[in-house]
T-cell receptor, first 114, second 113 residues
């Protein structure tokens, strides 16, 4: 069955600290991989995406993610967190060959301590 | 338009009433998706439309839910005989291609009282 797991429901980090949000997926073939962010009261915004090639992808707002095929993981990282990064983060997977739906993980809520 | 537009932004309805939620995707985006986000939950897929193909309705939770997309553009999600468990934020997204990711609207917050 296709699924996305985000093991951490909630994470709290201090401003300036590094961040890693975990994402694991189960999919029939290597999918497209995405990270979205949802700030309080806002819609979802695409942070970054992976399709093929270099397994380390850069996104907006200083985020990056690394695809590890052997671990079926696509973890999101940021070297230094800002207070404005406090939000809900969703990992998602989707097919490469059709417009079939993208499957979203349950989300990780990030709090940032000043 | 510049983005995906959803209306209304908020809807309060009485249990048992029907509601219609509207989504106006970005011009030229051939695929349109509806998701539901309940309080503190992730995104639950409801239905998607792609071009002239038959919609994928596999995520609709009951036959009270239906959706249509007219002229390959605007979509309407209809919930009949609303129940309290239908209370959620209903999100619409569109895309111009698989490798672009989705562009989401701001959602319609539905409250059934």
């Amino acid at each position: 069955a296709q699924s996305v797991t985000q093991p951490d429901i909630h994470i709290t980090v201090s401003e300036g600290a590094s961040l890693e949000l975990r994402c694991n997926y189960s999919y029939g073939a290597t999918p497209y991989l995405f990270w979205y962010v949802q700030s309080p009261g806002q819609g979802l915004q695409l942070l970054l995406k992976y399709f093929s090639g270099d397994t380390l992808v850069q996104g907006i707002k200083g985020f990056e993610a690394e695809f590890k095929r052997s671990q079926s993981s696509f973890n999101l990282r940021k070297p230094s967190v800002h207070w404005s990064d406090a939000a809900e983060y969703f990992c998602a997977v989707g097919p490469k060959t059709s417009y079939d739906k993208v499957i979203f993980g349950p989300g990780t809520s990030l709090s940032v301590i000043p | 338009g510049a983005g995906v537009s959803q209306s209304p932004s908020n809807k309060v309805t009485e249990k048992g009433k029907d509601v219609e939620l509207r989504c106006d995707p970005i011009s030229g985006h051939t695929a349109l998706y509806w998701y539901r986000q309940s309080l503190g939950q992730g995104l639950e897929f409801l239905i998607y439309f792609q071009g002239n193909s038959a919609p994928d309705k596999s995520g609709l939770p009951s036959d009270r839910f239906s959706a249509e997309r007219t002229g390959g553009s605007v979509s309407t999600l209809t919930i009949q005989r609303t129940q309290q468990e239908d209370s959620a934020v209903y999100l619409c997204a569109s895309t111009q291609g698989l490798n672009y990711g989705y562009t989401f609207g701001s959602g319609t917050r539905l409250t059934v009282v």
